[in-house]
């Protein structure tokens, strides 16, 4: 963890610009750590600290760093520095510099790269966000499958130092196409002298560039591996995804279906980049949705106002039963959309889940049931009033369970998102049919 | 992904009892995809299936499965096939497999290990679920510091096969101490005569076996690391934990937030794999601590019964006002909680929190006081009684949105999981206050 004396001591050395200071004080932290810091100095600071430090390192921390203060630290820095970071940074972090900035910005950047890199990284622009392409980077290792293995470590000494990940080498035909992956483990384990088709593994996991980066990570956590090769139509190599860009968008996707299951539209960026007005605009859309669907609840008291105010007791247990309905809803569709998204519930099981989750239901609802008659009791409601909340109580819970286990693995059967079926929105739901629930049992029970 | 036809094809081959036409069928598929054909098989198949493979690639389809199948099959098998299979398992897999049968079934299981391997996965099994030493594998390649890099790759081609991960090598000294790491990217790129303990990096990122598991998936993740070594108090050597069953940390951690923040304690396994009686004590805890805090509401409505039987139509907007406000909580209380695990937003940022939540509830509660009102006025019940329910509506969110800013950081900071102020708790709590703001108002300005 990074602490407000270590900052100091950074800004010191920085002031008292001794190379030595500077280079010791380096030694001492992870590249992480550094970006940390780096994060919290004055800008004139760190336009200094980046160009103080040896270019690879300096290009490892730039790409911890959001892509605002990238475009800050290479604008303002010198051209030289700039074109030896970006050159060094990793093209798919470069790629995402780009597309950040505004265009101008960056066809100046552009331009302190070579041509040919240009291009590579231009070509991983053009795949939309949150595609297997977008997440790609060009930095990976590519052999031949006639090379032996003796060559391709020479080959990895040479090349091995601008590369992203060096644990596989990519084997490409004539035209680009992926045909084999070889481990560095693999040939470090065989001969000096075998070939690499002969040692390739040919039926490898691929993703094409279209796929969508949540079934990239599934992919890749499923099959245990820490880089996968990203492919066109056609077989052709575009470049690797690589675990540790994997496991932000496994963090990014949990914490979207988590904001959705609130019920609130996701956010794209972390919590304090986004102002008030972006919160609201955020949230507003669903509390209106919600408040529309809730305000019908006003018609159903209204259809039964003469029975209310009869027993205008009944009023007192309206917030429990519906709130009862709710929470019981919220425990179970927020279970079967994270199973739902982990892939542990299919929708072809919904029998299987309905008949799970009405029998808890059923249990459950004899335990409020019980609960809510001694309630009514002790609120002194006697003893009619409190059969019919009794009652209702387990109706409602059975009700909410058997809703929030069908309306989830219907959207996802239909293709949309599953989690829509917010906790706010089965909660809302639960409100207006709880309450129908309620009046009619009343009625029914205490002949009004 | 496993389709019925190619479960089929594998009974029929298994059936044929040819060797050739599995062998043909093996090198089709992925271990996973072997995995999950594995499950769909009858028993007796799956223990052929594994007998005919060659071990390692039993033991790693192995290590897919659930415990209980592993052991199913380990112990309907020949003695020697266990015995191949288990030691050729990743160790952390083995301590894992013992750990979840009966204790007499995990004795005689050690006893096909060779005593020194026994010793070290019994040393990893003392580590308490959810720590960093029970996700520690033994399985890494131990080098010294006075050893050349020709030598190290000698050495590696030697032990490599058995190893988990040979991406690093641990530099430990006589005491078992880890003093360095070298990666095999270093070692390849670095002159064949030169000594481990001029190019391993000294200062690396290593963790307490005591740490837990969430705390061990931030590092890595952070960090971007492919392996972390964990070590004791005294700097020993202990294992190291991959990549790969740390995503399964932040799969699992990001599913119990989840289940907390729907107001569920959370469940150990997948979904299918819990009874309904299971689901049924996870819930109903919660349940009815929150029906307990929900039923004041009723000595809440008691208590205002003479204002409700006045204006029956105050009842009207009971589920309406305290559900927007309930939705607003919810909106907030999930986003600050997801912040919080992330560390997006830490304990010391409070004020700017509510800060940030209380504009943003400020228009949000604007614009549901305007939406509440022409509600009021649709259903006919006047302008006093519409004014009522609007300046409510606004107090309402604004209360919401500070109470569900509030809490989760305050929690933190009292080291109490944020996620217990889940979506029903802070909806339960805002129906009961809620209640007290709209009939206080309605008394207020109804001159009641």
Known sequence: MVQKWMIQDLKDRLAEQKQDALTEFLARYQPYDLAEMLIELEENEQIRFIAELPIALGAEILEYVDPELQYRILDRGTKETAALLLNEMSSDKVADLLLAIHPHQAATLSELLPA?????????????????????????????????????????????????????????????????????????????????????????????????????????????????????????????????????????????????????????????????????????GWLLILFVAEAYTGNVLRHFEDTLSEVIALAFFIPLLVGTGGNTGTQTVTTLVRALALGEVKPKNIFRVIRKEVSTGLILGLCMGVATFIRAQILGVGFDIGSVVAVTAIFIVIWASLIAAVLPLVLHKLRVDPAVVSGPFITTLVDGTGLIIYFSLAKLMLNL
């Open 116 to 284: 040919d890199y240009r291009e590579k990284i231009s070509s991983l622009m053009q795949y939309p966000p949150e595609s297997a392409g977008s997440l790609a980077t060009v930095d990976y290792i590519a052999v031949r499958n006639y090379w032996t293995v003796e060559h391709t470590l020479q080959h990895v000494r040479k090349v091995g130092q601008d590369a992203e990940m060096v644990s596989y080498f990519y084997v490409l035909d004539n035209n680009g196409k992926l045909v084999g992956i070889v481990s560095l483990k693999q040939a470090i384990l065989a001969k000096a002298d075998s070939r690499l088709e002969d040692i390739m593994l040919k039926d490898f996991v691929s993703v094409s560039a279209r796929m969508n980066q949540q079934e990239v990570a599934t992919i890749l956590s499923n099959y245990d591996l820490v880089a996968l090769p990203v492919i066109t139509d056609e077989q052709r190599m575009i470049g690797i995804i690589t675990v540790d860009d994997l496991i932000d968008v496994i963090h990014e996707e949990a914490t979207e279906d988590f904001q959705k299951m609130g019920g609130s539209q996701p956010l794209e960026v972390p919590y304090f980049k986004n102002s008030f007005w972006k919160l609201f605009r955020k949230r507003i």
